[in-house]
């Protein structure tokens, strides 16, 4: 989602060949992308994405989402089928590609009826335009309404959700991630490192530096909102501490803190520059001490409640 605005075409580039030299087969992205970019700028991301899969489309799972405004007329935006319907052509034209192998709500919709959505992705799945679907930013309760009526249908149920998800927002433990477990719903969590908060490189005393994730226009003060609290930023320091009495990066732990969740499948991480990835692809191969694991989560405890003290 940073390609486009928060780094132009050479630089997403190298950030995908560094990627796929790094073992990543799975790629998401969105019609709204780039990040910030608003509607002029949407679609971006697509067509970036699209001129490098070129010739090695076939060595990766792709994901898209529909959702977002993506024009100025009301119906350029939602989860009614002329949105879903015109989106999901957009985005196979401007990624280049015939079939989605996940296609993805990017949130929900409380002006469209549940069904006249399910159905429209139905039709998608059966068409051959898209392989599987999934949502992202729902609620455990939607989810358990969408999997019901999909069943009731007979239509082709979410097979993902796309939460957000890291050791400063654990909301979801509490009733979206059973409920993945028990039905067999995949979990592809975003923001692990809390927008490049838990990547360590944040002071407390200085404010967020020109073209990070908490300043990019449109979207920057969305960050600063979720994350850059006092409560946030002095659980940052004492994470930084445990990274290190643990011999691991900051990031690398914060991923891999993630991972062990039993209902994730796994994490979306993302970069701004290819040696970003270094320290997130290595929580592929850590397996964490059950005292590391007590410690993180005595320290964030209260974020996963949801009313955690500002």
Not at 129 to 142: D, Q
Not at 177 to 205: H, Q, T
Request: one cysteine or more.
């Amino acid at each position: 989602m940073t390609f486009g605005l928060q780094i132009d075409e050479p630089a997403s580039r190298s950030v995908l060949d560094r990627a796929a030299e790094g073992g990543v087969t799975f790629i998401d992205t969105a019609d709204v992308y780039p990040l910030g970019g608003g509607v002029d700028l949407a679609g971006t991301t697509e067509d970036i994405l699209g001129r490098w899969l070129k010739g090695k489309r076939h060595q990766f799972v792709l994901a898209t989402k529909c959702f977002g405004r993506t024009g100025p007329q009301p119906w350029e935006a939602g989860n009614s089928r002329r949105h879903i319907l015109d989106a999901v052509d957009a985005s196979l034209r401007r990624l280049g590609i015939d079939y989605i192998d996940l296609y993805q709500l990017h949130g929900d919709d409380p002006e469209t009826p549940l069904d006249e959505t399910l159905r429209a992705l139905d039709d998608l799945v059966r068409s051959g335009k898209v392989r599987y679907i999934g949502c992202s930013n729902f609620l455990g309760y939607r989810v358990a309404l969408a999997l019901g009526r999909s069943e009731a249908l007979g239509l082709a149920r979410f097979d993902s959700v796309q939460p957000r998800y890291n050791l400063l927002f654990r909301e979801f433990e509490r009733e979206l991630f059973p409920l993945c477990l028990e039905a067999g719903v995949g979990v592809i969590p975003y923001n692990p490192l809390a927008g490049g908060l838990l990547s360590g490189k944040y002071r407390r005393d200085e404010k967020p530096s020109a073209g990070t994730r908490f300043t990019i226009p449109n979207a920057g003060q969305m960050y600063q909102d979720r994350y850059w609290h006092d409560r946030e930023l002095e659980t940052v320091d004492a994470f930084t501490q445990i990274a290190r009495d643990a011999g691991l990066k900051p990031a690398t732990l914060a991923v891999a803190w993630v991972m062990h969740n039993p209902a994730i499948t796994a994490p979306i991480i993302g970069a701004s520059r290819p040696d970003q990835l270094d320290d997130t692809l290595a929580a592929a191969e850590v397996k964490l001490d059950a005292g590391v694991v007590s410690r993180l989560d005595e320290l964030t405890r209260e974020f996963r409640r949801g009313d955690a003290v500002r």
